[in-house]
Every structure is written in structure tokens, then in C-alpha cells.
């Protein structure tokens, strides 16, 4: 993108190409995001949205093409590395919150920091001023079960930047949720990363979220293209 510099992004894509078989599902992609921006990504249901953020994650590896992280070429770490990279680096916000039920809403947000070696008073800490600030303090013993889906969301986003990470991918983060409670979710999610500094990147296919975005995508037909985000919310 033009006046943007390797220094000032978080994730650069370049011609970027990922296929299935004999489904090119994104083709000649070029991307990137800046440090505490908040992209939105949209498109329909199939249209590579979650292929785009599992390259940008390391989930996988594109078939051509860059995935830069602050310079470091991600499709030429081992796998092992790629690994250690998201565990320090990166966020992950799933529809499905992808919680842990048999460990408590404190342990499961506490895992994040576990791996990545924090010391437990630390991270017990850090956890309850998660939860607080999320609207859940008092939730910690409870386990993912006993919640609503709002509030296991709620407990996915305190996941998810616990470790302070530089970049949080979020994935249809309020497929699951009711329009009030999907608003309060976009809310907190968009407020904890702005309030660590981290970039944020969102595939959706609901609109509610694009007045809250620094850039707003469109994807279709495997290729990204700008959109004027006030004119796509009032349609």
C-alpha cells in the first residue's frame, strides 16, 4: 500500500497465492497492516477470509508469495518456529471461542502466559485485571460452561491478549452471538487492543463492525480491494 513502510507495518502479505486442490482460493494477495490499526477484512461465507488470517497467523504456509511479521519471513520458519512465533506474537479470537472446558475461565485465559513463561503471581495478576476490565471480575473459578456465549467470548478476548501480543487475528468473533451482545463484544475486543497497542484483524461477514475500523476489505474471488467503510455501512 503506498506510504506505508516496512517499519511501520505489523504484517506485509506480497502476491500471495493459496489453493486447495484445483481451488485457488486466494490469488496474487497483497496485504498489510500497521501497528494498532484495526482491519476489517469482509466477504461472503467461502470467500477466503479464513485462509487469508491463517497465513497471516502461521497456521499455514501459502503455495507463492511473502508473509512478513516486522521483517521476519514467516513461510521460511520451521514449523517449530512458527509455533514459537504465534505462542509470543499473536492473538487468536475464534467464533467458536475454542475454550478449554475443563479448566477454569482463569486458567484458561492464564494458558497464554503459562507457555510463554510468565511467572505465576504475574500472571494470576494480569489475569484478574483482564477479567475486571472485561466485565467478568468474579468469573475466574467458573468454568466456560457456566457461561453465556457473550461472556465465554468476553473470556476468549482476555485470552487472546494476555500475553500482550503485537497482532490479534479475530475470525467471525460474533457469528455466534445476538446483534446487543455481538456490539458490547466488538466493543471490548476493539478497546483491549487499542489499550495494548496491538493490531487487530477481523474477518466478518457482518457490517455492524465497519464503523469501528481504521481500513475496511473486501474479498472476493481470492483478491483484496479498499472500501470506503462509510459508504459500505450505509448500505
Avoid at 513463561?117 to 483482564?130: D, E, H, M, W
Amino acid at each position: 500500500m503506498e506510504g506505508e513502510t516496512a517499519l511501520e507495518d505489523r504484517v506485509r502479505l506480497e502476491k500471495v497465492r493459496k489453493a486447495y486442490g484445483e481451488t485457488v482460493v486466494l490469488d496474487n494477495v497483497n496485504f498489510s497492516a500497521k501497528r494498532g490499526e484495526f482491519v476489517v477484512i469482509i466477504g461472503r461465507s467461502g470467500s477466503g477470509k479464513s485462509t487469508l488470517l491463517r497465513l497471516v497467523g502461521g497456521l499455514e504456509t501459502p503455495d507463492a508469495g511473502t508473509i512478513e511479521h516486522g521483517g521476519r519471513r514467516l513461510e521460511r520458519m520451521t514449523e517449530a518456529e512458527r509455533a514459537a512465533f504465534r505462542r509470543r506474537e499473536i492473538g487468536f479470537v475464534f467464533q467458536f471461542f475454542n475454550l478449554i472446558p475443563t479448566l477454569t475461565v482463569a486458567e484458561n485465559v492464564m494458558l497464554p502466559l503459562a507457555l510463554n513463561g510468565i511467572a505465576r503471581t504475574a500472571a494470576a495478576a494480569r489475569v484478574n485485571a483482564l477479567l475486571a476490565e472485561l466485565g467478568l471480575d468474579g468469573a475466574g473459578p467458573r468454568f466456560p460452561e457456566e457461561l453465556s456465549g457473550g461472556e465465554q467470548q468476553r473470556v476468549a478476548i482476555a485470552r487472546a491478549v494476555a500475553h500482550r501480543p503485537g497482532l490479534v487475528l479475530a475470525d467471525e468473533p460474533t457469528g455466534n452471538l445476538d446483534l446487543e451482545t455481538a456490539e458490547l463484544v466488538l466493543g471490548l475486543l476493539d478497546e483491549a487492543c487499542r489499550t495494548c497497542g496491538a493490531t487487530l484483524v477481523m474477518a466478518t461477514h457482518s457490517r455492524e463492525v465497519i464503523g469501528r475500523a481504521d481500513r475496511v476489505l473486501t474479498i472476493r474471488h481470492g483478491r483484496l480491494t479498499r472500501t470506503d467503510a462509510a459508504e459500505d455501512a450505509g448500505r
